[in-house]
């Protein structure tokens, strides 16, 4: 196939990336315990696949409450942050640039994952319905749970979770990475302040658009002050839910989806945000989000606008030929296959992914998918 737009060059802020091919945002639960700490075989595990123009570490949790899933990894400790350098710099030494995903999963958690065992904090006490929570029940093992009721956020621990935001962004700078996105996607906390279902505070946060954009304005501006807006993106899921297997992750579907996002958006283009990634529908045969809403987003942002779904290389290509989008990220065909941009580029098969090893455990279905060359070789010495 023509893969010219895919393997085009493309500047994002200060970085030449050498093609337009993404590596998302992948949970995959292999933190070291106890501290949740990013390790050795995650540094190999990112360094496989920096042939990526662009890379952004998993969801990494801006605090302890931030965490929602077991082994998950964080960036508030100096362990972490040291954890987390062996990786930017396998990247790094590969040519990669990398970004760190900060995260607060905000009532999508159980209180066995809280400090000291309390309650999930939220913009308001309503619980996550239809959303799992993962906590561990023994070494390498753990269930998936309904989460915990949370507790309603006070206005001046709010304050302070948008200081954690920064905090977080300078540990991500002082672990190597090239920037930061934040997580306001996928029903976790900033996504839970933006949206009317589960926001039904009567304050400054809450009730009209305006009011429950104000979380993610202020976030935005924090981060911003700490890494400047051309070295960070926002991640939203605005108009459907998402499905994984039986893990369930709920991008709230507002009364107005079209409406709410473009004025979110709007928020990112006022703060000069570097870009936009937008996740779609990951299921089978999942609707395409509407052209129109589309274009109203590539008239709303000037920014890089990145793209993640069930997108192939060839509905990738399409999309970026529109002048619609700027990148396309590939995630569970990123993870069976490390040498992806090279695969695309030689028209190669891809390897199928392991459901069974997605989350958790060792390097099994992580590190040990074969790049092409490695298949071609095994399959010729077999002959």
Known sequence: MNSKKLLAPVTLGRHQLANRIVLPPLTRQRAAQPGDIPTDLMAQYYSQRAGAGFMVSEGT??????????????????????GWRKVTRAVHAEGGVIFAQLWHVGRVSHTALQPGGAAPVAPSALPALNAKAFIETGPGAGILVA???PRELSVAEIAELVGLYAQAARNALEAGFDGVEIHAANGYLVNQFISGHANTRTDEYGGSLAKRLRFLREVVAAVAAVVGPERMGVRFTPLFTSTDEDRVYIGFVEDDPHATYIEA?????????????????????????PEQFRRAVRDAFSGRI????????????RL???????????????????DLPARIANGWPLNAVDPATMYGGT?????????????TSITTNKD
């Open 61 to 82: 949790q801006i605090e302890p409450r931030g965490q929602g899933y077991a082994w998950t990894p964080g960036i508030y400790s100096q362990a972490q942050i040291a």
């Open 147 to 149: 989460p915990s009721m």
């Open 265 to 289: 958006i709007k928020v990112l283009e006022q703060a000069g945000v570097g870009y936009l990634s937008i996740a779609e529908a990951d299921w089978d045969h999942a609707p395409d989000l």
């Open 306 to 317: 990145v793209y993640a779904g069930r997108y192939t290389a060839e509905r990738g290509e």
């Open 320 to 338: 970026l030929e529109t002048g619609l989008a700027d990148l396309i990220a590939f995630g569970r065909p990123f993870i069976a296959n490390p």
């Open 363 to 375: 390097e099994q279905g992580y590190t040990d998918y074969p790049a092409f060359a490695e298949t």
